[in-house]
C-alpha cells in the first residue's frame, strides 16, 4: 500500500496495472493467500471510507436513491376510489375475490 492508503500500481502477478480490476481468480488468490489472523495496519482504512460511500446498510450502486417524479395528480384519486369501492364492499359483508360480489 502506499501512503494514501491504496494498492500500489503492481497487480498481483508483478506487472499488471491495477486500472482494469482484478479478476475473480486474482481475488481468490488473494483471499487464500492472506493471513486471516494478521493485525490490522495503524493506518488501514474502513472500506466505506476508502470508497467515499455514505454510512449504510446498502451501497447506493445496489440501491439508488428514489427519485422523484412529477404526475398530474389523477393517480391520487383513482388509488382512493379503488380503496373506498374495497372498504364499502367489505363493510357491506361481501366477497369480491374471484370479480363477483358474492356474499361472504
Known sequence: MNDQGVIGDVGPNGGESLEQGFTDAELTELALAADPGAPIDDDAVPVAVYLAQEPGL?????????M??????WQVPVVLVIV???????????????GQLVPG
Open 58 to 66: 446498502l451501497p447506493s450502486w445496489y440501491m439508488p436513491s428514489p
Open 68 to 73: 422523484t417524479r412529477h404526475s398530474r395528480g
Open 84 to 98: 373506498a369501492a374495497f372498504v364499502i364492499i367489505e363493510a357491506f359483508g361481501l366477497c369480491s375475490t374471484f
